[in-house]
């Protein structure tokens, strides 16, 4: 198990990370007291240094205001302890069988396109179902690591298949936007600059669409006609490892007849091919 070497100096006292994260969260302190069953006073003491939390009142205030695993490394170490989550690599033999699980499902889904990200959303693994949906894309886009957002939005990505392009752009920025918020990440920061400066065609505001509050389809162009999908989201329950809790795994399955129709056609297609 290895520790995330670039967390294990302080570079702020641990008493004003946790106000960051309790104003991140929109709540005073008298919010964040209650929920966490402590007195106003000494939250107030702890985050303006007159306090020094234990080590269990930390991870108590962490997991109340949700601090990603990462982060709750960087707050035991400001506040001298050491870190308690390990980072491991998905090669690891410790995670061999949560590896194999997220091939089994990501191979399960076919033959509807599945994929997994890291939290930075550069791609994990994808079954295959995704693969016809790679082509016509810059050689650059796919060199590793592949970043889902930039291979999506990107003009020499899908973006240009995408029938609703505007509207979905819309969706993946308030996702990530979403994410900045409970993550703090800079790299996600910059990210988001980066899509934001790609060009939409027909502007950037997304129309106004009735789908009666269920889902945002993604539309896409296909020599089969449009596709559209909606989205699931799975991610690993009460991880205890950097690695898992980071990881999401996104399903597209069909939201019409037709699109289903279609991907078993190139599914069965597909599985011709390899046999012959």
Sequence with gaps: MTLPASRLSPSRPVGELLRDWRQRRRLSQLDLACEADISTRHLSFVETGRAQPSREMLLHLAERLA????????????????????????DDPALQAARQALELVLKGHEPYPALAVDRHWNLVSMNGAC????????????????????????????????????????????????QID?????????????????????GTAAPHTDY?????????????????????ITVFGTPVDITLSELALEAFFPADAATAAALRHLGDGQTTAAGA
């Design 67 to 90: 601090v990603p695993l990462r982060e709750r490394n960087a707050l035991l170490v400001a506040a001298g302890f050491a870190p308690m989550f390990g980072e491991r690599s998905l």
């Design 182 to 202: 409970a993550s703090a990440d800079a790299q996600l920061e910059a990210l988001m600059r980066e899509l934001c400066d790609y060009p939409v065609p027909g």
């Design 131 to 178: 693969g016809p949906f790679m082509q016509d894309i810059a050689p650059a886009l796919l060199q590793p690591p592949v970043n889902v957002l930039r291979l999506a939005l990107h003009p020499q990505g899908l973006a240009p298949r995408i029938a609703n392009l505007a509207e979905w752009r819309a969706h993946l920025i308030a996702r990530l936007h979403q």
């Design 212 to 232: 009666a509050g269920v889902v945002v389809p993604l539309k896409l162009h296909s020599p089969a006609g449009v596709l559209s999908f909606f989205t699931t």
